[in-house]
């Protein structure tokens, strides 16, 4: 700090100083008089900002009225409010450096940063394929959570909807009831997953698929020559199998000892299988498409048949 002798004015000094400062007369009799004077403490001009998808917001924690400025000018679009400190139009994952200059006694400015919050990284999904109902029209309910997972990577942060236009997933309009009943066969539906922590959203889309059970052909008998006569024998059950899909690709067949079994998917029966009863047994087949989401299995029936080998007396 400096003191100007004739007009007793301090400049240069620090906010919040006290200084001692002496003025002594010039007249007849001269006498000093002294006065402590403390300097007024520097404005307040902290603040606080939080990022959002486009931007950020800003909230002062020090004293109101003043103004907010970029430090340095955007590289995108981004545009700020000089009074609230609202950022908007920026893109994901910016930086940007903001100052607030109050307007009070002693002005002062603080600078933070921010960073523009990202979009929730999603995977966009293969075409859901599903099995037609019991009415061979193309159209079905259909569950569209199975996909969730697989758009989500299984993130737990994320909320995934449905929507019938890209316009509808981008406004959050109108999302879709689950389960849903397609109105075309294939269909393009719209996906918004949002992170529940920023808002932030993302969009794609998904492919629904509506397919009939697989077409399969009834197989012929298999048949084994029992040496021993007793009725049984020893299958391999696997043997029916090209007869069964005609060589089309993406199919399982299993083999069951009975319907329910079969319709249910359990218990299927292991190759070679030893027949349970005696000459002939009907063994129950389903045969599955293994890349549609849903259950969608032709059910067949083969025969296995023992025959007894003649005996040489």
Do not use: M, W
């Amino acid at each position: 700090a400096v003191i100007d002798v004739t007009t007793g004015v301090v400049t240069g000094g620090d906010y919040g100083s006290t200084y001692n400062i002496s003025y002594t007369s010039d007249d007849l009799c001269p006498t000093t008089t002294i006065v402590p004077i403390t300097t007024i403490a520097a404005d307040d001009s902290s603040f606080a900002l939080t990022a959002t998808c486009d931007g950020a917001t800003a909230e002062i924690t020090g004293v109101t009225g003043g103004s907010f400025a970029f430090v340095d000018p955007p590289a995108d679009g981004a545009v700020i409010d000089v009074t609230t400190g609202v950022v908007t139009g920026g893109d994901y994952g910016s930086t940007y450096n903001i100052s607030y200059t109050s307007d009070d006694l002693c002005p002062t400015t603080t600078t933070n940063s921010v960073v523009v919050e990202t979009p929730p990284e999603i995977n966009n999904p293969t075409a859901l394929e599903v099995c037609d109902d019991n009415i061979p029209d193309g159209l079905t309910a259909i569950d569209l959570t199975i996909k969730n997972i697989e758009i989500t990577g299984g993130n737990p942060n994320y909320s995934v909807y449905y929507f019938i236009s890209l316009n509808d997933a981008e406004t959050a309009t109108n999302p879709l009831s689950i389960p849903y009943t397609n109105t075309s066969n294939p269909q393009t539906i719209f996906i918004r997953v949002v992170d529940i922590e920023t808002g932030c959203y993302a969009t794609t889309s998904l492919d629904l698929v509506v397919a009939s059970a697989p077409g399969a052909t009834s197989p012929s008998n298999l048949e084994y020559c029992d040496p021993d006569a007793d009725g049984f024998g020893v299958f391999t059950l696997t043997d029916a199998d090209d007869e069964i899909t005609g060589g089309q690709t993406g199919l399982t067949v299993t083999y069951h000892e009975t319907q329910a079994d079969a319709e249910n998917n359990v218990n299927s029966l292991a190759s070679p299988y030893n027949n349970i009863v005696v000459y002939t047994q009907t063994i129950y087949v389903r045969v599955e498409s293994s890349t549609i989401a849903t259950s969608c299995a032709t059910y067949l029936e083969l025969l296995i048949v023992v025959n007894d080998v003649p005996q040489i007396a």
